[in-house]
């Protein structure tokens, strides 16, 4: 098993640059792929971003493509999405997860493990 938190949402504007934490803890952190959703109020929970199970791949939304960057330190066992250029359809509950080797990154229903989310919210 392992456990996730996220932390570092908050309210900015448009424009602004965000950074996205999310702290692991339990089973060995290099044993699972990890990856970032989002879900907005009366939307379904939507792909952003994620790292291949052995961390030498990354995967992007067409949507975040080119503004968002996830990155991982594996000796603090913890994975960021640095969110440049945000944009007020980036306004979202975003959850951080881990799933095991098996299934699509962008594939929510693959992950086993899930955060609390951290509210992002861009002003226009």
């Known amino acids: 098993q392992v456990q996730l938190v996220e932390s570092g949402g908050g309210l900015v504007q448009a424009g602004d640059s965000l950074r996205l934490s999310c702290a692991a803890s339990?089973?060995?952190?290099?044993?699972?792929?990890m990856g970032w959703f989002r879900q907005a109020p009366g939307k379904e929970r939507e792909f952003v971003a994620a790292f291949s199970w052995s961390g030498g791949s990354t995967y992007y939304a067409d949507s975040v493509k080119g503004r968002f960057t996830i990155s991982r330190d594996d000796a603090k066992n913890t994975v960021y999405l640095q969110m440049n250029s945000l944009k007020p359809e980036d306004t979202a509950v975003y959850y951080c997860?881990?799933?095991?080797?098996?299934?699509?990154?962008?594939?929510?229903?693959?992950?086993?493990?899930w955060g609390q989310g951290t509210q992002v919210t861009v002003s226009s």
């Open positions: 339990g089973r060995t952190f290099g044993s699972y792929a």
């Open positions: 997860a881990a799933k095991g080797i098996r299934g699509r990154y962008d594939d929510s229903g693959w992950y086993n493990y």
